[in-house]
């Protein structure tokens, strides 16, 4: 608890230092920032049919979105959320939404850094970029340090929250939706995975422009029918969550009441950055594969990444539970059945069906969408110790495949407590170092005088190509 309570204190110190050096531009500039989001660069507004097929290894920025997408939608926003105001009760929301809001421009930092400071790589007529945190973490002192510290503790996420609960999470459900057995589930996911995650990231990338669009539709779409349809509860349920955000006597007096708001907000910030991943440096790896020149616009599609996933889905899931009854003594043990449970009280059976397809798809989606991310930091080691690429990403997929069928037999809330660590040590280790590359942060919008100042500071910065 105590550990929680720095984190979230270190978070939400770092997203107001960030927010202060880049004048909270998303916020005092609205307008200005959603024409940067619809404007191309120069590069996208150039690439033709020809052009994609002579570069097929990168991909473009909408797509490097849905895959950041993949890794954040789905287990965290469904269940993380469920298990969030189960451990942190009802006020834990609102410290999701809080970290969301803080953790915003700590995600365009990561993205525009990754972009900026990318590898160009030409291999056989093909050009692909590749970078994240192990690349701009290289401008410190001690940078490589840091970035096999990184790299290892991302290594062991990719099993722990992007393989084995992801797995658990699907695996319950479709036993309790489908009647279907622990062990078959995980040997279909673990084949599927297997035929994706080979493919590269390419595959990857054209998986989840398809499928992601259309499940976050259509599970938006059931919660707010839900919500129109109890609309008159809204105002009290908006009452509960500032209470039990903020007074002591939210979840009993005294004391006690004292903890549950101590609860409410590592809950809510630990599951909220579960969710979207801002300041955790995993999502950057993705968007610096995008083939753009722009890393401004395609920082602005992480800022994106973090409002869709938290301030839309989480709390489109948050309601929907708070509504059915979740967090006020009902509900179920399960958190991912705990969100079916909720949903089929107002659409019957069908809605069980429907939700337990959807958290199999996003459970899988992100399951392969960490793959990649584990990928990347192997070559990274591959490269630092002058070891073969190839062999050691086939290695590290062969074992991240079998880890899938064992998700199915490890427990739930083991899985949770190990996530929590490794979320946190990874956004501290990523969070730090973005704060001290601030100073090479261009925001869209400035002056002239201001961006020839700050254009000069990047240009200090050696990119291979990456411009």
């Known amino acids: 608890m105590i550990i929680g309570g720095i984190f979230l204190i270190f978070l939400l110190a770092a997203g107001g230092y960030t927010g202060c050096r880049l004048k909270w531009f998303c916020f005092c500039h609205p307008v200005l920032t959603v024409k940067r989001f619809f404007s191309p660069g120069r590069e996208d507004a150039a690439r033709t049919p020809a052009v994609v097929s002579e570069n097929e290894t990168s991909y473009s920025p909408m797509k490097a979105l849905t895959v950041a997408l993949a890794g954040t939608l789905g287990v965290g926003n469904i269940t993380g959320v469920a298990a969030a105001i189960a451990l942190g009760g009802a006020g834990a929301l609102f410290w999701m939404w809080i970290s969301a809001l803080c953790t915003m421009l700590i995600k365009y930092a990561e993205v525009y850094l990754a972009v900026k400071t990318r590898e160009r790589i030409v291999k056989d007529g093909k050009t692909e970029y590749r970078g994240g945190p192990m690349r701009y973490f290289q401008y410190f002192r001690c940078g490589g340090m ?7 503790v991302c290594i062991a996420a990719s099993f722990v929250q992007g393989n084995l609960l992801q797995t658990a999470a699907a695996v319950s459900c479709a036993d309790a939706v489908f009647g279907q057995p622990s062990s078959l589930t995980a040997g279909v996911l673990t084949v599927c995975a297997v035929l994706l995650i080979f493919g590269g990231r390419q595959r990857i990338a054209s998986f989840t422009e ?3 669009p259309l499940m976050t539709a259509l599970y938006f779409g059931m ?4 919500l129109f349809r109890n609309a008159a509860l809204l105002p009290q ?10 007074s002591v006597k939210a979840l009993g007096g005294g004391g006690i009441g004292g903890i549950s708001i101590i609860l409410a907000m590592r809950h809510g910030c630990a599951k909220g950055v579960f969710s979207h991943e801002a300041g955790c440096g995993t999502s950057p790896i993705s968007h610096a594969g995008a083939d753009t020149d722009d890393p401004c616009r395609q920082g602005i599609l992480g800022i994106a990444e973090v409002f869709v996933d938290t301030i839309v889905l989480c ?13 006020y003594g009902g509900g179920t043990q399960g958190y991912a059945l705990a969100v079916m449970d909720a949903f089929s009280l107002w659409f019957g059976n069908a809605a069980k069906w429907i939700l337990g397809l959807s958290i199999v798809f996003y459970a ?3 399951l392969v969408c960490w793959s990649f991310y584990g990928t990347e930091c192997v070559r990274y080691f591959c490269r630092k110790a002058n070891r073969s690429v190839r062999k050691w990403e086939t290695r590290y997929l062969l074992f991240y495949s079998i880890c899938t069928f ?3 037999f490890v ?6 407590g190990m996530s929590d660590v490794l979320t946190m040590t990874m956004t501290v280790i990523n969070t730090a170092a973005v704060l001290g590359l601030l100073t090479y942060v261009k925001t869209p919008g400035l002056d002239r005088t201001e961006t020839k100042k700050i254009r000069k500071i990047s240009d200090k910065i050696p990119v291979s190509g990456s411009d």
């Open 406 to 408: 064992f998700g199915a």
């Open 237 to 246: 349920i908006g009452k509960d969550i500032l209470s039990s955000a903020f």
């Open 223 to 226: 919660g707010m029918l839900i």
């Open 146 to 152: 840091l970035a096999s510290v990184f790299c290892g």
């Open 210 to 212: 398809k499928m992601i």
């Open 315 to 327: 709390t489109v899931t948050g309601l929907v539970l708070l509504v059915s009854g979740f967090g």
């Open 364 to 366: 899988f989606a992100t």
């Open 411 to 416: 427990s739930e809330g083991v899985l949770w």
